[in-house]
């Protein structure tokens, strides 16, 4: 067990493209989260899968942010037409029902 | 909504003294948890203690341990013994009994552990 994965670690990318962020969770977990964290703050949740099931989704998220864990294992997150608001850290965690949540390492994106 | 402030942007402690982060919460659930977070430079989170509402006893994890409030609504975190591999940020966090998961943080402190 090499605990929750991301990829990549980090992406520059210029304003108006679009970038897709995986994350590998710990095997057993069948919880998923998405959080985002800007420099200086705390991680804002962003949205949750229980298996393949997005249960639920923060005002966040807009109609440009999707998320999917299509076989209810490893997860993306898509940004469309990314703006320099978006310029932040994603981060994914997982955990089985009610336990303890292990976080991966992070993306770090920067839209120019 | 919960909010979870933390009024301590910085703190600074000597080696193998004491300190004591704060944080304060707002919500109108009768069942919840807290927690503290540590994110050293490397960005990732990492668990350090957490405390389910309906328990009166504080938690406690070898060199950490809370102050748990409830009628003040109150959460500190108090390090013991502390180490230079102490030094990051840390946050409080919030999530109610029904989304567990689904975690309010605070705005951080920033924790320096002088030798």
């Known amino acids: 067990d090499t605990g929750v994965s991301q990829d990549p670690r980090h992406k520059i990318t210029k304003r108006g493209q679009n970038v897709t962020f995986r994350c590998d969770p710990i095997s057993e977990h069948n919880r998923l989260y998405w959080y985002r964290q800007t420099l200086g703050q705390g991680p804002e949740f962003l949205t949750y899968?229980?298996?393949?099931?997005?249960?639920?989704k923060s005002r966040l998220l807009s109609d440009r942010f999707s998320a999917e864990r299509p076989k209810g294992s490893f997860s993306t997150l898509e940004i469309q037409r990314t703006e320099q608001g978006d310029s932040a850290m994603y981060l994914c965690a997982s955990s089985s029902e009610n336990e303890k949540l292990f976080f991966g390492s992070g993306t770090q994106l920067s839209v120019l | 909504a919960q909010t979870v402030t933390q009024s301590q942007p910085e703190m600074s402690v000597q080696e193998a003294e004491t300190v004591t982060l704060s944080c304060t919460y707002d919500?109108?659930?009768?069942?919840?948890?807290l927690f503290w977070y540590k994110q050293p430079p490397s960005r990732q989170m990492i668990l350090v203690i957490r405390?389910?509402?309906?328990?009166?006893q504080n938690a406690t994890e070898n060199r950490f341990s809370v102050n748990f409030q409830k009628a003040a609504k109150s959460f500190s975190l108090k390090i013991s013994d502390s180490q230079l591999g102490d030094t990051a940020m840390y946050f409080c966090?919030?999530?109610?009994?029904?989304?567990?998961?689904?975690?309010?943080f605070g705005q951080g402190t920033i924790l320096t552990v002088h030798p």
């Open positions: 899968f229980q298996n393949e099931a997005q249960l639920e």
């Open positions: 405390q389910e509402a309906y328990k009166q």
């Open positions: 966090a919030f999530s109610g009994g029904t989304s567990y998961g689904k975690l309010t």
């Open positions: 919500t109108s659930e009768s069942n919840y948890y």
